[in-house]
């Protein structure tokens, strides 16, 4: 998990090509530019959609995880908790394709706002869209970013 600053995105190259293809793209420019549809950048190997969401104060919403895929959460507008949780202290709910849907408890937390942005690598579990205390309307940018290939 790396949580930081847009401006230091350029301090996480070198992990792996496409990530640091994403993490080239972590600029206001390029942000105001993506569409609630995905866009795809190297076809099912990176791509990036907008979620135009409501934040929510159900803990009991699932967490998830991957074990392909690596996420990059950017907020353009609100604020979120993401909860975070290792697969190993969750109770897998639901699968399917590479999203494990599962039931637990955060064993931590992260805030996230405008200019900052998390990179959740698979197996690391997450719960994205907490309230920080009541529920807000937010656009979270999703980077989905092949790591392993089958």
């Known amino acids: 998990m790396i949580c930081a600053k847009l401006s ?3 301090n996480y190259l070198g992990i792996h090509p496409r990530l640091d293809q994403a993490l080239g793209l972590l600029t206001e420019a390029y942000l105001q530019t993506v569409p609630t549809q995905r866009r795809e950048l190297d076809g099912d190997r990176l791509f990036v959609t907008r979620f135009d969401v409501q934040t929510s104060t159900d803990e009991g919403r ?5 074990r392909r895929y690596a996420d990059i959460f950017v907020l353009t ?12 202290v969750l109770t897998v709910r639901e699968q399917h394709d590479d999203y494990w849907g599962c039931a637990g408890s955060a064993q931590q937390q992260v805030t996230l706002t405008p200019g900052s942005f998390l990179v959740l690598l698979p197996g690391e579990g997450h719960r994205p869209g907490m ?20």
């Not at 699932?62 to 991957?66: G, R």
């Not at 309230?131 to 989905?144: G, T, Y």
């Open 77 to 88: 507008a609100g604020a979120e908790r993401v909860d975070i949780a290792s697969p190993e």
């Open 62 to 66: 699932l967490f998830e995880y991957h």
């Open 131 to 150: 309230a920080l205390s009541e529920p807000e309307n937010i656009k979270r940018i999703v980077f989905k970013i092949l790591l392993t290939e089958v």
């Open 8 to 10: 230091e995105a350029g």
